[in-house]
């Protein structure tokens, strides 16, 4: 991401003053650079070919060194600074009091001036936007840190991102309030310990109201005041080490977690049911619960690439063409579908092949458990041999139950997954699953044509996927938001395709992809229903 994080700091004599920034440095691209980019980027690439060093050139004249007191210093200009890289991307994260360039140094003393000045939220603690197109955009989190030295017992700083594309930064407003909110409180609950032990030993209080005041020792005493720095308000020697980690972690993070993707035509139903979990993700999550979610699901998927389904076509070989038929019927039908084995990568691969065939909506997976989870929180669970199933469920029309059985090979390896593997697939289901729904008919029309590459194959699923969840918006709005009867809806059924053989399944399919609409489709059609029945009495 090309941004920026710095702390500020209004020191008493001096103003507004950056202490700490953190920048990312990006690899050299092979491309001739292009005009019109961010320019963020490009300084820190050209800068990057200028020289390693750290320094201040915008900052490193004697006068500019000598107008800083401890409080707005952070590390001395002889301090190498902090250095990170991340090994996936080739990005180095490098932290120095200011950035390296003389035009960052500028937007940056910018952002910093108008974050402690003008550009304030009411009660001057809290998070602000603010920017332009030409000196950038920033989010800006202003709070207090408690100082009993300090006029009005407090020192007031602020947290600054700054990047030049706006829309990502406001796209980020949830995610970088949530994570600067807790590296403010960290340095708040700190600083304020420190502040209660000094208020024990020497309550300035007390010591200010018997004090005389005197115009000529007025400054001095602020010139004292104004001196103690961040680590000795926090006494954390490793204080810029700390912020260091953190804000290198924040623009990784961040950098990350949104990518733009070209979409042809409106957002399809999957996209938006994506987009509104990862929104409900990121309210309900916090860091610490992402690195323990990362390490399960790389812990799960360990294993040999050879003892994993590579596609449906592949799942199909393996099962074979009946009981590929009857397991795909029950994933359609919106049944619980349960693995139970040793393998947690071989269950987590037939999940992954087995829910293309449902909208992103649909799936509720849980990869591996315990112990039994009902089939509200899931429709596809994966569980070790020795978990026990209640009997109402073994005995459930509503589930399918698929025994992964290890095969003895004598110390042999094979990559045939059936010489290592048997698979043994039980319902209590009575019905015929080999009349419908016609979608699955024309799934496995595609699987056996051996002519239609795996990638032929998926586009044409993405395809009759797109085809019945079209099928699925009409039928919804036609029988739940315009509330018609049984007989009319039969008629759109039929005109719809849905009706003749297999009528049935394709009717369930349909109900039950209903479930996989998103809200923001559900909302926009009820406001737009609300909408026309205002109109008339208008």
Same mark, same amino acid.
């Given at each position: 991401? &090309?941004?920026?994080?710095?702390?500020?700091?209004?020191?008493?004599?001096?103003?507004?003053?950056?202490?700490?920034?953190?920048?990312?440095?990006?690899?050299?691209?092979?491309?001739?650079?292009?005009?019109?980019?961010?320019?963020?980027?490009?300084?820190?690439?050209?800068?990057?070919?200028?020289?390693?060093?750290?320094?201040?050139?915008?900052?490193?004249?004697?006068?500019?060194?000598?107008?800083?007191?401890?409080?707005?210093?952070?590390?001395?200009?002889?301090?190498?600074?902090?250095?990170?890289?991340?090994?996936?991307?080739?990005?180095?994260?490098?932290?120095?009091?200011?950035?390296?360039?003389?035009?960052?140094?500028?937007?940056?003393? #910018?952002?910093?001036?108008?974050?402690?000045? $003008?550009?304030? $939220?009411?009660?001057?603690?809290?998070?602000?936007?603010?920017? +332009?197109?030409?000196?950038?955009?920033?989010?800006?989190?202003?709070?207090?840190?408690?100082?009993? %030295?300090?006029?009005?017992?407090?020192?007031?700083?602020?947290?600054?991102?700054?990047?030049?594309?706006?829309?990502?930064?406001?796209?980020?407003?949830?995610? %970088?309030?949530?994570?600067?909110?807790?590296?403010? #409180?960290?340095?708040?609950?700190?600083?304020?310990?420190?502040?209660?032990?000094?208020?024990?030993?020497?309550?300035?209080?007390?010591?200010?109201?018997?004090?005389?005041?005197?115009?000529?020792?007025?400054?001095? @005493?602020?010139?004292?005041?104004?001196?103690?720095?961040?680590?000795?308000?926090?006494?954390?020697?490793?204080?810029?080490?700390?912020?260091?980690?953190?804000?290198?972690?924040?623009?990784?993070? $961040?950098?990350?977690? =949104?990518?733009?993707?070209?979409?042809?035509?409106?957002?399809?139903? +999957?996209? =938006?049911?994506?987009? *509104?979990?990862?929104?409900?993700?990121?309210?309900?999550?916090?860091?610490?619960?992402?690195?323990?979610?990362?390490?399960?699901?790389?812990?799960?998927?360990?294993?040999?690439?050879?003892?994993?389904?590579?596609?449906?076509?592949?799942?199909? #070989?393996?099962?074979?063409?009946?009981?590929?038929?009857?397991?795909?019927?029950?994933?359609?039908?919106?049944? @619980?579908?349960?693995?139970?084995?040793?393998?947690?990568?071989?269950?987590?691969?037939?999940?992954?092949?087995?829910?293309?065939?449902?909208?992103?909506?649909?799936?509720?997976?849980?990869?591996?458990?315990?112990?039994?989870?009902?089939?509200?929180?899931?429709?596809? %669970?994966?569980?070790?041999?020795?978990?026990?199933?209640?009997?109402?469920?073994?005995?459930?029309?509503?589930?399918?139950?698929?025994?992964?059985?290890?095969?003895?090979?004598?110390?042999?390896? +094979?990559? &045939?997954?059936?010489? %290592?593997?048997?698979?043994?697939?039980?319902?209590?289901?009575?019905?015929?699953?080999?009349?419908?729904?016609?979608?699955?008919?024309?799934?496995?029309?595609?699987?056996?044509?051996?002519?239609?590459?795996?990638?032929?194959?998926?586009?044409?699923?993405?395809?009759?996927?797109? *085809?019945?969840?079209?099928?699925?918006?009409?039928?919804?709005?036609?029988?739940?938001? +315009?509330?018609?009867?049984?007989?009319?809806? @039969?008629?759109?059924?039929? =005109?719809?395709?849905?009706?003749?053989?297999?009528?049935?399944? &394709?009717?369930?399919?349909?109900?039950?992809?209903?479930?996989?609409?998103?809200?923001?489709?559900?909302?926009?059609?009820?406001?737009?229903?609300?909408?026309?029945?205002?109109?008339?009495?208008?």
């Amino acid at each position: 991401m &090309n941004a920026l994080v710095a702390l500020c700091h209004f020191c008493e004599l001096h103003g507004p003053r950056t202490l700490f920034c953190t920048e990312a440095v990006h690899p050299p691209s092979p491309s001739p650079p292009q005009p019109g980019l961010a320019f963020l980027g490009d300084m820190d690439r050209e800068g990057d070919r200028e020289g390693e060093g750290l320094t201040m050139r915008a900052n490193s004249s004697a006068t500019q060194r000598a107008d800083m007191c401890e409080g707005c210093r952070s590390l001395p200009a002889s301090h190498p600074g902090f250095v990170s890289m991340d090994t996936e991307t080739g990005i180095r994260y490098l932290s120095h009091q200011h950035p390296r360039q003389p035009q960052l140094f500028s937007v940056v003393r #910018q952002a910093c001036v108008r974050s402690l000045s $003008c550009e304030v $939220c009411p009660g001057r603690e809290g998070p602000i936007f603010f920017g +332009d197109e030409q000196h950038g955009f920033v989010f800006s989190h202003t709070f207090f840190i408690k100082d009993s %030295l300090a006029r009005g017992f407090q020192r007031w700083y602020s947290i600054v991102m700054v990047a030049m594309d706006r829309i990502y930064l406001i796209n980020s407003w949830p995610f %970088l309030l949530r994570h600067l909110k807790l590296t403010i #409180q960290s340095l708040q609950s700190t600083a304020l310990k420190v502040f209660d032990s000094e208020q024990g030993v020497c309550p300035q209080r007390a010591v200010r109201m018997n004090s005389a005041f005197s115009p000529a020792v007025f400054p001095h @005493q602020r010139s004292g005041n104004a001196a103690r720095s961040l680590p000795s308000l926090t006494q954390h020697p490793n204080l810029w080490a700390s912020l260091h980690a953190s804000f290198s972690w924040l623009l990784k993070a $961040c950098g990350s977690r =949104l990518t733009e993707k070209l979409l042809e035509g409106a957002p399809t139903e +999957d996209t =938006l049911v994506l987009i *509104e979990r990862q929104t409900e993700q990121e309210e309900e999550m916090n860091a610490e619960g992402v690195v323990c979610k990362v390490q399960s699901e790389s812990t799960q998927a360990r294993g040999p690439s050879w003892t994993k389904f590579r596609s449906l076509r592949h799942l199909r #070989q393996v099962l074979g063409c009946a009981d590929f038929r009857q397991l795909a019927w029950h994933v359609l039908m919106g049944n @619980q579908v349960i693995w139970r084995g040793l393998d947690h990568g071989l269950i987590q691969s037939a999940f992954n092949v087995l829910k293309a065939l449902l909208p992103v909506g649909c799936v509720r997976v849980v990869a591996y458990s315990s112990h039994y989870e009902e089939a509200y929180r899931c429709n596809f %669970l994966g569980l070790s041999p020795d978990v026990q199933i209640p009997a109402h469920v073994t005995s459930s029309e509503f589930t399918v139950l698929v025994d992964v059985l290890n095969v003895e090979q004598g110390g042999v390896c +094979d990559d &045939n997954i059936l010489s %290592l593997y048997h698979f043994n697939i039980s319902s209590a289901n009575t019905q015929p699953t080999d009349k419908g729904p016609t979608l699955l008919n024309k799934i496995e029309v595609a699987l056996a044509n051996e002519n239609l590459s795996v990638d032929v194959v998926s586009h044409c699923l993405l395809c009759l996927k797109e *085809e019945w969840m079209n099928k699925v918006k009409v039928l919804f709005k036609f029988s739940k938001v +315009d509330g018609r009867g049984r007989e009319d809806t @039969q008629k759109v059924l039929a =005109l719809l395709g849905a009706t003749g053989p297999g009528e049935e399944d &394709n009717v369930r399919l349909l109900k039950f992809w209903m479930t996989g609409l998103s809200k923001t489709y559900k909302s926009h059609l009820m406001t737009a229903v609300r909408g026309g029945e205002r109109t008339p009495s208008q």
